[in-house]
Structures are given as C-alpha cells and as structure tokens.
T-cell receptor, first 110, second 116 residues
C-alpha cells in the first residue's frame, strides 16, 4: 500500500530562520511527487511536481528536492506570509489519484 | 497556474434537502476530476474519482447514493449531497488533472457545507 509520511507535524520558526520539511514515501512506481500549500479555509495551492530522484525545483523562498525515498521542502529566510500547512502527495503506479501525507503546519513568527 | 473554480464557496441547507456543488476547470480540459472532504486540522480525504463521460469511482466507505457525482463535460463536475444531515457538514474540495502540464492536479477553492 502506498504511504506518505510528513514530518514534523508542526513547526514554528522565527522570520528569517531557514528550515526544511520532510516527506517520506513508500510507493510502487512513483509517477510524481507533489507539494501544495494550504491556507486555512482554502483549497490547496499547487507548488511543485517532482518526477525523478535528483530533481530540484525552486520558487521564491521555496526549494523542493527528491530522492528515491523522500522529498524535502526547503524554506529559506521565511516570512510570516509563508505560514500555512504544506502538503505532500504522491501519484504512483497506474492510479490517477494522489495519496496525501498529513501535512506540516508551518508558523513563521515576525 | 491553471484555475479550478468551485461554486458555491459556502452553503447552508436544511436537513433532508439536497445540495449541489460545481467544480469547473476554467482554462484547461480535465478528463479526470477528484472530490475530497476535509475535516478541521486533518488532511484531505478522497471521496471519489470522476472521469468524463463515465461513472465515478468511489473510495471505500463513501456512499455513492448519497454523494452523487456527475462529470458530464471536460470542464465541469458536480457533487450532489442528497438528503443532507448535520454530519455531512464539512469542507468539500475538488481537483482536476491537467494532462498538458505533466498530469499536474490543481485544486479548487473549496466549498463549506453546513447542514442545519
């Protein structure tokens, strides 16, 4: 069974304090790993898709990386507006659906 | 990025009535759309996968007669909650798969349903 585990469950940082969020996965035939940002009361906002180990993608203060077992979302010099829940999901095998992790609630204090 | 729109954003209905939520892909055609339910401080729970022109595939434990899904066109899927009860109150989110963008799945803004 495909599984996705995100850690930590919650993370508090000071503004400017860089850190990383982890997404570990166990799947049969990874087709894509997705990162989303979700603000309270809203739908997830697409950030990145990674397809193969070694791939990296960047967007503003965020950088996503992928290995054969996990993905990291690095956040550099975060700002309070980066506070949100970050969701990781995988698409595997012949399935169309995404399997989600439980998310990491990130809070950036000014 | 691609846009997926849900309507209504929030709705209040009386117990026993039915309510319909629409999900539209505004700038791409979506052969596959997904419906999720989300409880407070929890991750998304997939309810069903809908493919244009065919019957939806429901996840285990989701009542297909209660949550009717129709995907009649390449840009529109609807979720109808039939005979709604207070326990159906939740945040419902749809998503759509854009094939051109490497199968990226984009989400709508979500719809809050309150059954009173």
């Amino acid at each position: 069974e495909d599984q996705v585990t995100q850690s930590p469950e919650a993370l508090r940082l000071q503004e400017g304090e860089s850190s990383s969020l982890n997404c570990s996965y166990t799947v049969s035939g990874l087709r894509g790993l997705f990162w989303y940002r979700q603000d309270p009361g809203k739908g997830p906002e697409f950030l990145f898709t990674l397809y193969s180990a070694g791939e990296e993608k960047e967007k503003e203060r965020l950088k996503a990386t992928l290995t054969k077992k996990e993905s990291f979302l690095h956040i550099t010099a975060p700002k309070p507006e980066d506070s949100a829940t970050y969701l990781c999901a995988v698409q595997a095998g012949g399935a169309q659906k995404l399997v989600f992790g439980q998310g990491t609630r990130l809070t950036i204090n000014p | 990025g691609a846009v997926v729109s849900q309507h209504p954003s929030w709705v209040i209905c009386k117990s026993g009535t039915s309510v319909k939520i629409e999900c539209r892909s505004l700038d791409f055609q979506a052969t596959t759309m997904f419906w999720y339910r989300q409880f407070p401080k929890q991750s998304l729970m997939l309810m069903a996968t809908s493919n244009e022109g065919s019957k939806a595939t429901y996840e285990q434990g989701v009542e297909k007669d209660k949550f009717l899904i129709n995907h009649a066109s390449l840009t529109l899927s609807t979720l109808t909650v039939t005979s709604a009860h207070p326990e159906d109150s939740s945040f419902y989110i749809c998503s759509a798969r854009e094939v051109r963008a490497g199968n990226t799945i984009y989400f709508g803004e979500g719809s809050w349903l309150t059954v009173v």
